[in-house]
């Protein structure tokens, strides 16, 4: 007969005598069902050994056995795996095309960050909750961009140990699951919805904000077309490299991401149809996707002029030789760094008038603003800009107005 004890940190134990020998396993529950549930499933594996109904092999670690089934003769094989080398033991063994640099580049920061806190030297088995918690809080005091680190870069910096832990799984470094159970996380701050420059002014002169508020807000900024325009006209006079115009009018009349368009090629661009196939890395894991979107004139006119400009290269915008780069980037040799195209576009608008709009994104943000200001159905704004996510769609749907009001005026129709 089995019977459970529980010890003072709640974890049960199955006591029971076999073979007359007597044999103690922890079964790594607090759960008094599921401790009760192994016991049962012990007892009568037992009862079929005792009927020839179950061989127990030579050898086999006999509560191992029974635990199991009789599916494992012994505990699992772990390695040791540090957590100072768990980045480089992990990029070693995924093909070399299985994640972005840019994916790469991220989760080698939050790595980065678990190591310096939780220490090198400590192994991944003896991680628990506590540990965890400990990072978590340890984080929410270090300065960050704003203020303190945000609690949305902290969540996704345990999603990437989580998903680097189960990988250590697989690969039998480690044999629990992720101890992610009960963790407490510093409340989110909704990003606010995309405003214009006047609403964003406004808030920051009525409500006396510090900086971190103020940019806080500049990064929801999105420009009406005539803003649009000012601004490509400041970059085509301004810009020192030449393929800075027409890569900021093709962002800012797509919506395409900062990756997507440095890494297009010229075999993309249909002028006489007006459309260009946007080579996507973020939409699917699996596989690399596309997707087509529409080419407004002005665009189309920009890009031909371009295309016949430009050196000869398959690359919409080849990398400018001039121009000095980091050589510790991963690259995709041959075309313009997305890091290279915001230091460029960073250098254009400092000490001007668009000093305050924060980067490409901006760019993005207004196609995908403009768009929804002026009625297009959000199904083809998705399909036009690849994935949004639920979250993101939020912070654009007050730019529906005349949808909502006609929905309101409905509600409320004189009877």
């Known amino acids: 007969?089995?019977?459970?004890?529980?010890?003072?940190g709640g974890n049960f134990h199955v006591t029971f005598r076999f073979g007359g020998a007597r044999f103690k396993r922890s079964l790594k529950t607090k759960k008094r069902r599921q401790a009760q549930a192994a016991s049962f499933r012990l007892e009568e594996n037992i009862a079929l050994i005792e009927s020839g109904r179950l061989e127990l092999p030579d050898g086999a670690d006999i509560p191992t056995f029974l635990l199991?089934?009789?599916?494992?003769n012994g505990k699992p094989q772990t390695t040791t795996l540090r957590l100072g080398d768990l980045l480089s033991t992990y990029t070693s063994s995924i093909p070399s095309d299985a994640l972005e640099p840019?994916?790469?580049?991220?989760?080698?920061?939050?790595?980065?960050?678990?190591v310096r806190i939780l220490g090198s030297r400590k192994t991944l088995h003896s991680i628990s909750t506590k540990d965890l918690q400990n990072y978590?809080?340890?984080r929410s005091k270090e300065p960050?961009?704003?203020g303190f680190v945000s609690a949305g870069t902290i969540r996704k910096e345990i999603a990437t140990f989580g998903s680097l832990w189960n990988w250590a799984l697989s690969q039998n470094h480690v044999t629990g699951v992720f101890p992610k159970r009960g963790l407490m996380f510093p409340k989110v701050t909704e990003k606010p919805p995309f405003q214009t420059w006047k609403q964003i002014e406004r808030q920051i002169a009525v409500g006396r904000l510090s900086d971190a508020e103020?940019?806080?807000l500049w990064h929801s900024l999105y420009l009406d077309t005539t803003q649009v325009d000012e601004l490509l006209e400041h970059i085509r006079v301004t810009a020192e490299y030449p393929f800075l115009y027409p890569m900021c009018v093709f962002a800012a009349h797509t919506g395409v991401r900062r990756?997507?368009?440095c890494r297009s090629q010229i075999a993309d661009f249909d002028l006489e149809n007006r459309t260009v196939v946007v080579r996507e890395r973020k939409r699917a894991r699996s596989k690399r996707t596309t997707r087509i979107v529409p080419l407004t004139p002005k665009l189309t006119e920009v890009m031909s002029t371009w295309l016949e400009e430009k050196e000869q290269s398959p690359h919409t915008f080849p990398e400018d030789h001039r121009v000095v780069r980091n050589r510790k980037l991963q690259r995709e040799e041959g075309c313009v760094q997305p890091?290279?195209?915001?230091?460029?576009?960073?250098?254009?608008?400092?000490?001007?008038?668009?000093?305050?709009?924060?980067g490409w994104h901006t760019l993005r943000h207004s196609f995908i603003s403009n768009c929804a200001t002026k009625g297009i159905d959000q199904r083809f704004i998705d399909a036009w800009v690849g994935h949004q996510t639920e979250e993101q769609r939020r912070r654009y749907r007050h730019l529906f107005p005349d949808k909502q009001q006609s929905a309101l005026d409905s509600v409320f129709q004189t009877q």
């Open 1 to 8: 007969m089995a019977s459970l004890q529980q010890d003072p």
């Open 68 to 72: 199991s089934d009789g599916k494992l």
């Open 102 to 114: 840019t994916t790469l580049k991220t989760i080698g920061l939050h790595t980065r960050h678990i």
């Open 136 to 138: 978590i809080t340890t």
């Open 144 to 146: 960050g961009i704003n």
């Open 214 to 216: 103020s940019s806080e």
């Open 259 to 261: 990756s997507e368009f």
């Open 339 to 358: 890091e290279e195209a915001s230091h460029h576009l960073n250098q254009v608008l400092s000490g001007s008038k668009w000093k305050t709009v924060p």
